[in-house]
Every structure is written in C-alpha cells, then in structure tokens.
C-alpha cells in the first residue's frame, strides 16, 4: 500500500474514531431531562453541535469518496462495488436526513414535550444508522488494506 492510501486509512479510522465521540456527546445531550425553563439553551447547545458535526460528516463523506479509499476498494477488488455503492448512497440519504433534522432542531421554538420526544428520536435513529454505516466501512477498510499489507493473508 502506498503511503497516501496509508494516509487516508489513517484519517478515516482517525475521523472514524473522532465521530464515535461526537456521536457518544450528542446521545449525551438528547438524553438530558430538559424542562421548559432550560429549553432554548439546550436547544441552542443541540444547534451547535449538530451543524459542527454536519460539516465535520460531510468532510469525512468527501475523504472517502473522492479520490479516497472507496476508489481504491473499485480498483483492487472489483467484486465489492455493490458495497461500495451502497455506502456512497447511504451518503447521501444520511446527508439529507441530517440536514432535516437540523431544519428541525433550527425551527423547534418553545418548549413542546411531544416535539422533543419526537426529534430526540430521530436523532437516535440517525445516530444507530450512521454507527452501523461506520462499522461497515471499517470492515471494508480492513479487508482492503490489511490484505494490501500482506497482513491478512
């Protein structure tokens, strides 16, 4: 393996590692009890965190894609571009699903109960598909370029 691919498996397992973070601070937050009186600041809090984390995915989503490991995986194993194209599409619908949610997050005003049941909820969801989405690119790294090394052979 070249030392660029070794870069870019190295940033992506980085960003990888950094998202599962970011991931275990924003299930931190949703899970706080908020009452009427703390809503907007928690609310703010949340709006932060999620457009930093919306470009800190969209950022990584570009690592992989253009020019990154994805194209290596089409290269030296042809066979697994079903895998890939299913990762690039799960891109995009995480993409869109999360730019929603921000919408969301962005329009949620006062404190309403249902509302932030409901949103919290979402989040979740969001959160589980990206954690299995992530796990299975890492499979996929790790069949690529431990194989590359000569390590897994």
Known sequence: ??????????RIRDDHLH????IRDIRKLIKEEVKPES???????LQKILSYFNTEIHEHFEL????????????LK???????SQLKTEHELMSTDLRRIIKCVDEAGTYDEIK?????QRIRDFL???SVHEAEENLLLEDLYLQDDGIAD
């Open 78 to 84: 042809p066979q697994k571009k079903y895998a890939v």
């Open 19 to 22: 998202m599962k973070t970011a």
């Open 64 to 75: 992989e894609e253009d020019g990154g490991f994805m194209d290596d995986v089409l290269k």
């Open 116 to 120: 932030k049941i409901n949103l919290t």
């Open 39 to 45: 809503f907007t600041p928690w609310i703010k809090n």
């Open 128 to 130: 589980d598909l990206l």
């Open 1 to 10: 393996m070249s030392k660029t691919n070794k870069d870019i498996s190295k």
